[in-house]
Every structure is written in C-alpha cells, then in structure tokens.
C-alpha cells in the first residue's frame, strides 16, 4: 500500500475558547490506496476532505491515529520524497514567472541544475504550457495556474499524488489532457487521491471513491467502473491471478480468484480484444459470459449517499 | 541550490523589497547632508534607521504572506527539513542587510568626498553595529512571522518594542531607583536586541575599562559581539522550533 491511514481523528480546537467549541472534522478514519490506484475523495462542503488530504500530505497533525505514506510517517521527509501535492487555490510569487518557479521548487526537491531543466522541459511539453512558461505569475489566469501548480506536483515523478479540485478553471482540452496524464500516472503505478466536487469528471477517472459525511467515511471502496456497461466473467483452466496481474489493468480487474476473473466493460467490442489479449497471454480459457449491469452513476450514488444521512 | 533560491527569494519576493531598499538609502542620503545634526545624531538616526526599521520593513510577511496565501502548503510537502526555510531566509535577509550597509557606506563615502557634506568617522564600525543589530531584529521578527498571518509581524514587534520603550522611559524617569525599573532595564540589556551594548561599544565607551584596538575595548567588543550572535542564535532557535510543529492549511484568505 502507497498510503495507510489508521484510526484518523481530527479535531480543531480554537485558541482559548472551551471544549464545546472543538470542531471534529475527522471521526476515526481507516483507509488505503495502493499503487496505481485512482481514488476519488468525495462528500458535502464540511465533510473533512481538505482535513483529510491535509492530514495525507502532512500539513497538520492527526489527534489521534497516525498516517503512514510508503510506510512513513506522512510528516517525515522519507514520506515527502515520493509525494506530488496540488492544492486547490495554488499561489505563486507574482513576481517569478513560471519556469522561475518551477526552477525554485525543483531546488526544494533538491535536484540538481540539469535534472531540473530537463523536468521544467517536460512537464511544459506535457502540460503544454510554451506559450507562458516566461510569464510572471501574477498575470496567470486560473487555468494556467492549475497547470503550473499540477507540473510543481509532477517535479519529482511522485509516487503517491494528492489533487484538490485539479480541473478548477480548466478549459474543457485542459481537462481532456488532465484527464489523460493522469490516467498515464496511473498505469505507471503512481498512487492518486483526487478530491473533488466535479462528479462527472471524477467518474471518467476512477472507479474507486471515497465518501466522507461529517468527518465519516459512509462507504469506501464500492467500484463504480467508468462507462461500465457490464462485468464480463471469464473462466480459466488455471493461474487466472497471475495473467490478470501480466495482462489486465487494476482499475478494470473487479475480482479475480484462481480460476474466475471479473472485468469490467465499457462498451461491446473490448469483449474480443480482452478475450484474444488473455489467450495471447497463455490463458487457457473454459468459458465467457458478459452480465450486463443497471450500474448507477457516481452522481446518483452521491445523492443516494447524501440522502440516506439526510 | 536549496540555499541559493531560498535566499534570493527573500530579495526578489516582491517589488516592495527593493522600495524599502532604496527609500532607506534615501533618508539615510538625506539626514547624512542636512547640517541640522550633530554627528552622533547621524549616526544614531542610521543605528535606529538600519539596525532596528530595516528588519521590520524587510521581514514583514516573511512567512505570514506564504501563511495567508497558502503558497507555504506547497513547500511544506517537499522532502526538507523545515528549519532550513526559516535559516535559509534569514540568511537571505542578512545577506541582503550586508550589501545594504556596504553600499549605504560607498553612498555616503562618495556623498562625503564630492560635497564635504556628513561626518564619516567610524562609519564603518557604525555599518557593522547596524548589521549586527539587524540580524537580531530579523530573527525575532522572522521567528512572530511563523505564527501571524500576512505582515502583522512588523506591525506587532512596533507596537511591542514602542510600548517597553515608553514604559521604560516612564518608570526611568519617575522612580530610577525602582526594583521594577531595574527589572525592566536588565530586560532590555539582556534580552532585547542590544541597543545600549552596541552603541556604547562604537562609541568607544568601554575603552575606559579594558585593552583597546583604537579607540575600542577589544574585549568589550568581543563580548557585543558575541552576546548579539548569541540573542540571533536564540530567537532563530525559536522560529526553527515554531515552524517544524506548525500545521498548515490550505484556505486561501
């Protein structure tokens, strides 16, 4: 696992001011996301996401329970090593311009001279951000700003990735690309928690999601695949497990067992392509059956959530 | 390269800084030429001017905007101890003091030599007093910026240090003798940026008592030096402190 909370508990005392007035924005939390794993954190205003990813990415301090990233403490500098971090309302010094700022956040990862230039070049190749890198900040609109802030997150290849609101203020090819380089992430195995209120690009990007009620998780891990139209059951002779590890993505893997893989669908004609990618593999498949499936949306599992508690 | 950038940050954070720069170099130029003063005046006003108004100028906000902003989020997740930011930008801050009173003494120098105007007499013992000062002043000043929001750092050590001045001035003033005078007074020698130290060691004073380089106590001036070294060492001691157990949040204000 890439992030391990145990127990996570927050409270916000203000400064002389009595028990009563404690703020509980996090009720003993437990949760895990492992690697290569996209995790949509979502909820009402109030219900402790920011507590939570700045509990993640080691800005404040748990009450009780602790927050382990790659098996370290979430403050310790071994944990911030393999840590990308975009908040949501980035802020830069107006003065720098981008490849200035860049340049100063890649000395705090303390890269050298070279790997900096050659990282600012990719990432403004990625994030395409030519046009602007020698502007100074201040003269950013919202949708630059988010993509300067994603690259600084992006400056060290992170393994585990925390997003707050990335498409705030993107045009809709922004989010298109955001959509597509971290998808890319993902199947290069870094580990993503995304917070956001936008459901529906959440739900093009994860199948996993997390939802938070008044500092409670209500129900996490519920697989709500992308576009799914079914679950497509294979069987096999043997060694299902190891060939969907070879050949399968994590997020189209449902369940797998020795002999049975479950995987989800999005449209008709991957059927063949999964089918004839398994054989290629070695699979020695005895049977096929696609179940077509009424699978509510990530919206509508917001509201029936939402509503339950209401 | 940590280093190098953390540093220069803290000169090109913003326009304002270099304002501060030259609005100083202005009123020091203007007092330098007026004939109104005599020459301890000067020196006295460039002591206050550099070594107690310069920190407060250019270290306010020097975390509190980052703080407000929520830009200080970002560098709070890279893999460095956060200790080095607060050294680091204090370094900065020093640094830039040293250029400041360097060229603060070519200004006046060349001032001096072109119109005959100003008194250059231990200027440069006064220039070092100021820095020395300056490092004190920044460190607590850096060190109230790790816990107040925006530039309130400047504002509150003003109305602070103002306050025990005029206290102190008060309580002199009508009962000398006091045990709370003294009280208040070894406060100020001891704890407070040594105003009275560094002042009485240009001028010489000490020399009366000990072995003297010049017209200065060499001892004496060890001691100033060494007792303002060791009050920065303390106050920044503090801001490192504060600063790696201070939780951060990202609402923007």
Redesign the interface.
């Given at each position: 696992m890439v992030v391990e909370c145990e127990q996570l508990k927050k409270v916000y005392r203000k400064l002389l001011a009595g028990r009563s007035k404690d703020v509980c924005a996090l009720q003993g939390i437990s949760l895990s996301v492992a690697k290569g794993q996209i995790v949509g954190l979502i909820g009402p205003n109030g219900a402790g996401k920011?507590t939570l990813l700045?509990l993640m990415?080691?800005?404040?301090?748990p009450t009780e329970g602790n927050v382990s990233i790659c098996g370290h403490p979430a403050r310790s500098?071994?944990a911030?090593?393999g840590?990308g971090?975009?908040?949501?309302?980035?802020?830069?010094?107006g003065?720098?311009s981008a490849w200035a700022t860049l340049?100063?956040?890649g000395?705090?990862?303390?890269?050298?001279?070279q790997a900096?230039s050659a990282q600012i070049d990719k990432l403004t190749e990625q994030l395409q951000m030519d046009e602007y890198i020698d502007r100074p900040c201040s003269d950013f609109s919202q949708g630059m700003k988010q993509r300067l802030?994603l690259a600084?997150?992006l400056m060290?290849d992170p393994r585990f990735l925390l997003l707050?609101e990335p498409s705030n203020g993107l045009d809709p090819i922004g989010i298109i690309q955001l959509r597509d380089l971290l998808k890319k992430l993902r199947d290069a195995g870094t580990a993503i928690v995304i917070s956001s209120h936008r459901l529906g690009e959440l739900e093009k990007l994860t199948s996993d999601y997390i939802f938070l009620y008044r500092g409670e998780v209500v129900s996490f891990g519920e697989k709500i695949a992308a576009g799914q139209i079914g679950r497509l059951r294979v069987e096999l002779a043997s060694n299902a497990n190891q060939i969907a590890k070879k050949l399968l993505p994590p997020s189209k893997l449902l369940s797998s067992s020795e002999t049975e893989l479950v995987i989800a669908v999005g449209d008709d004609n991957e059927v063949p392509d999964i089918v004839s990618s398994l054989v290629k593999g070695g699979a020695r498949i005895t049977g096929v059956l696609l179940q077509r499936e009424d699978i509510e949306d990530i919206e509508d599992v917001f509201l029936r959530l939402y509503n339950e508690r209401n | 390269m940590r280093a190098y950038e953390l540093m220069k940050e803290t000169f090109s954070r913003k326009i304002y800084i270099y304002i501060v720069h030259l609005s100083w170099f202005a009123i020091y130029g203007l007092f330098f030429t007026l004939r109104v003063h005599e020459e301890k005046d000067f020196h006295q006003i460039l002591f206050i001017w550099g070594g107690f108004f310069l920190p407060l100028a250019l270290s306010a906000g020097i975390f509190g905007d980052d703080i407000s902003s929520g830009r200080i989020c970002v560098v709070a997740t890279k893999p460095f101890w956060l200790g080095e930011l607060y050294i680091y930008r204090l370094l900065g801050l020093s640094l830039q003091a040293a250029v400041h009173f360097v060229i603060t003494g070519f200004l006046l120098l060349i001032i001096h030599r072109f119109t005959g105007l100003g008194y250059i007499d231990d200027l440069g013992a006064w220039l070092f007093s100021c820095w020395l000062l300056f490092n004190t002043w920044a460190a607590i000043s850096t060190s109230l910026s790790v816990v107040v929001k925006r530039a309130y750092n400047f504002i509150f050590l003003l109305a602070v240090f103002l306050f025990l001045a005029s206290l102190n001035s008060i309580l002199s003033w009508n009962n000398p003798d006091d045990a709370m005078t003294k009280v208040i007074n070894a406060f100020g020698k001891y704890v407070c940026p040594p105003f009275t130290l560094l002042t009485k060691m240009v001028e010489g004073e000490y020399s009366k008592y000990s072995l003297i380089v010049g017209k200065y106590s060499s001892i004496k001036a060890v001691a100033c030096v060494t007792h303002t070294f060791v009050l920065t060492v303390f106050y920044s001691f503090f801001g490192v402190l504060l600063l790696s157990r201070r939780q951060f949040t990202c609402s923007r204000e």
């Open positions: 920011s700045n990415g080691g800005l404040i301090f500098i071994e911030r090593r840590l971090y975009m908040p949501e309302h980035p802020a830069f010094l003065r720098y340049r100063y956040h000395a705090l990862l303390g890269l050298p001279r900096i802030a600084i997150a060290n707050d | -």
